[in-house]
């Protein structure tokens, strides 16, 4: 198997923008179930075949979706999560960048309690190579395969799927967990499923500069994970209190380094890859122990 | 986003904060008249910049006297004080106000925060004295690890608050806010406790964290920090400092906080970078990169240094990378007199390499790059991409992947240096 998401996924998308209509098919070509899309006050017309209904309860209930993603512009896009999760949607797949973060807050807020899990926003989604893809990665360059990924990033993600396919690595889930500062799934969440995943060996981690995410997840590796991981930090030469792109990706008061970030993860037995042209033999390095 | 310490308390006051009475003035004889009509003994006189440690800082005359007092006295700690004086003078007659004031506008103030090449003084706030009976530390932030605001006090005011963090824990006092309540009274009423606050007064501390949480939650604020905030000898509080942050994602619900932006305050380039939606930041080095994607941005400025060289900026072109944003980003980037080199690093995911090269080379042909251009190209229809490059008769040197190209970059810009 995989995590999370397979072939048998239902995906209803939310905001049938440009955007919302291109990935859409996209990821209808990749394979994935696409069988819904919400566009309130459209319910009951439809998008090259596939159905618009007026709420996500609708989609639930007439197509069975279990999986949304959501390319809503920022000032709705708090709201289409929470409209996700109030209709039992199991996981919810937020693209959209720029979110408030007072927004998250709330939507953190409202989940809390609730069977939904929230991947990023401000992310690149998903994808379970040869079976389903809910997001706005090529697909072409994953291969199905038994390593785990997980990343802060949209390009670095691509960078390192394609240094492991180029090895003849494949990968049984890929996930672009979001550049912002509150994210609805972390690091620690997902390794934990990777963990627990008998099709999954090992993981490869991206993280970046900011926050202690990456820290806590080296403590949770040493107490926990029983597959090896490998990972890389970005940033190393970001200079301190400048906002690298994302939201998320600042050093603020000398915390948040990557330097840091790198000794933690050594300290509990990762391997590190020195350089992101290193990601694919870190790896490899990793998988032999 | 941040604002100045005057639009920061005029914000504070219409929650009810309070605040020094005072005003701000752009020339020194309004600093003098600021300070007549105050009417007060002690004014205070403040330099206004967006950088913290403007009391300890110098003011200089020249960019390279700045440089030589930060990397003397300011870079870091334990370094010999400086004898200059700094961005934040007491004065005891408008005569006084208006010689400070003529000693600090227009002039640079160099501090921990402006680094090496300082920053002009273009505003100055007068305010009244106050009597200070102690000073003490608040500051509303959102703690990433929950998800949720966090407010924080300490009765070491007035000092680096990370470092008392590090060398005495037990003096922060730490509040987590739900959202779905708000600040409750006896989450301020432990914070005011803490602070050794007692009966009678509690009431009116409970009231100034609720109007500051307030405050920030209103703002939309990223940061809200106070500090010193000043409890008189008469027992009432004041915000002497206040530094305020707002979320960029946040700005376009809050018109009235857009309007304080003060473009002084920023990079000239990062702003016309921000026109066309492009994410740049300028670095020390010689080496140029255009890069499509934040987090591959970061590494591709590290795999420089990792090959030996050092980076001249950190610029993101987005995912889709047009003719457009690659031809703003050239001029960006080339304006910087020390690059000696551009690496373009560029996945192509769902945008297709072809069109990604058809934009770098008309581009470049649109700018005339003059210096070694080094491109990576990797994804979608990557041979057509590369045929294009090659066809284009632009001298563009092509790297097989992320590592080869970091080293030609690094080459390139060696020989031309």
């Given at each position: 198997m995989s995590i999370l998401l397979s072939s048998k996924s239902r995906v209803v998308t939310q905001g049938l923008g440009a955007t919302g209509k291109f990935h859409l098919k996209g990821c209808r070509d990749y394979g994935t179930q696409m069988v819904a899309a919400v566009r309130p006050g459209k319910g009951g017309t439809s998008w090259e075949d596939t159905p618009i209904y007026d709420t996500v309860a609708d989609a639930v209930k007439h197509q069975g979706v279990d999986v949304s993603v959501i390319y809503v512009p920022p000032p709705g896009a708090a709201d289409a999560i929470m409209e996700a999760a109030e209709a039992g949607i199991a996981l919810i797949v937020c693209i959209t960048e720029g979110i408030p973060a007072a927004d998250m807050v709330k939507v953190q807020r409202y989940l809390e309690g609730k069977p939904s899990?929230?991947?990023?926003?401000?992310?690149?989604?998903?994808?379970?190579?040869?079976q389903a893809k809910v997001g706005i990665m090529p697909g072409y360059i994953h291969k199905p395969g038994r390593i785990g990924v997980i990343s802060k990033s949209g390009t670095l993600t691509y960078e390192c799927v394609h240094q492991l396919t180029q090895l003849g690595i494949g990968q049984s889930t890929c996930i672009g967990i979001g550049g912002d500062p509150i994210i609805g799934s972390g690091f620690i969440d997902l390794l934990r499923l990777f963990n627990d995943d008998p099709d999954t060996d090992g993981v490869?981690?991206?993280?970046?500069?900011?926050?202690?995410?990456?820290?806590?997840?080296?403590?949770?590796?040493?107490?926990?994970?029983?597959?090896?991981?490998?990972?890389?930090?970005?940033?190393?030469?970001?200079?301190?209190?400048?906002?690298?792109?994302?939201?998320?990706?600042?050093?603020?008061?000398?915390?948040g380094t990557a330097a840091e970030k790198i000794a933690a993860l050594e300290a509990a037995g990762l391997k590190v890859a020195p350089s992101p042209a290193d990601i694919g033999s870190t790896l490899v390095a990793a998988m032999k122990g | 986003m941040n604002v100045h310490e005057y639009q920061g308390k005029a914000l504070l006051a219409r929650y009810g904060v309070r605040v020094p009475r005072g005003e701000v003035a752009t020339t020194a004889e309004k600093a003098g008249e600021i300070a007549r009509d105050l009417g007060s003994a002690v004014c205070v006189v403040k330099a206004q910049i967006h950088a913290g440690g403007r009391g300890a800082g110098a003011m200089v005359d020249t960019e390279a006297e700045a440089a030589a007092v930060f990397h003397d006295n300011l870079e870091r700690e334990g370094l010999p004080k400086h004898a200059?004086?700094?961005?934040?003078?007491?004065?005891?007659?408008?005569?006084?106000?208006?010689?400070?004031?003529?000693?600090i506008l227009g002039k640079l103030l160099v501090t921990r925060q402006t680094g090496a090449s300082g920053r002009e003084v273009r505003r100055i706030l007068v305010e009244e004295g106050c009597d200070i009976g102690r000073e003490l530390y608040l500051s509303v932030l959102l703690d990433r690890s929950c998800g949720r605001v966090a407010i924080m006090a300490s009765p070491a005011g007035g000092m680096d608050i990370e470092k008392v963090a590090e060398e005495t824990p037990e003096k922060i006092f730490r509040e987590s806010i739900d959202p779905a309540v708000g600040f409750q009274a006896f989450q301020a009423r432990r914070l005011a406790l803490g602070l050794g606050v007692r009966e009678e007064k509690l009431d009116e501390w409970v009231k100034f964290f609720q109007a500051i949480y307030t405050a920030y939650v209103d703002l939309d604020c990223s940061l809200l920090e106070i500090n010193p905030l000043v409890e008189t000898k008469d027992g009432s509080l004041i915000a002497l400092d206040a530094k305020v942050s707002f979320d960029d994602n946040a700005l376009y619900r809050h018109a009235d906080v857009r309007e304080l932006r003060d473009e002084h305050e920023e990079d000239p380039k990062e702003r016309q970078a921000a026109k066309f939606d492009l994410s740049y930041i300028a670095l020390n080095g010689n080496i140029g990169c255009m890069v499509n994607g934040a987090g591959l941005a970061m590494a591709t400025m590290d795999i420089i240094h990792h090959h030996g060289g050092a980076p001249a900026n950190f610029c993101d072109v987005g995912g889709g990378a047009t003719t457009e944003k690659v031809a703003e980003a050239f001029k960006i980037i080339l304006a910087d007199a020390s690059v000696k080199a551009v690496f373009i690093n560029i996945f192509g995911g769902i945008m297709r390499c072809d069109v990604l090269a058809q934009g770098v080379v008309e581009a470049s042909k649109q700018v005339g790059v003059k210096v070694p251009l080094v491109i990576r190209l990797e994804g979608t229809n990557v041979e057509e991409g590369r045929r294009i490059i090659g066809a284009s008769g632009l001298n563009i040197i092509t790297a097989a992947d992320m590592a080869d190209g970091a080293r030609k970059a690094v080459e390139a810009a060696a020989a031309a240096a």
């Open positions: 899990r929230l991947i990023g926003p401000n992310c690149p989604g998903i994808i379970t190579p040869g490869f981690m991206l993280g970046e500069i900011g926050g202690a995410a990456e820290v806590d997840a080296a403590a949770w590796i040493k107490a926990n994970m029983k597959k090896p991981v490998a990972a890389f930090i970005a940033g190393k030469t970001a200079p301190a209190g400048k906002r690298m792109g994302h939201a998320g990706a600042i050093i603020s008061g000398g915390k | 200059r004086k700094g961005g934040v003078r007491v004065v005891k007659s408008p005569a006084e106000a208006l010689e400070a004031a003529r000693s």
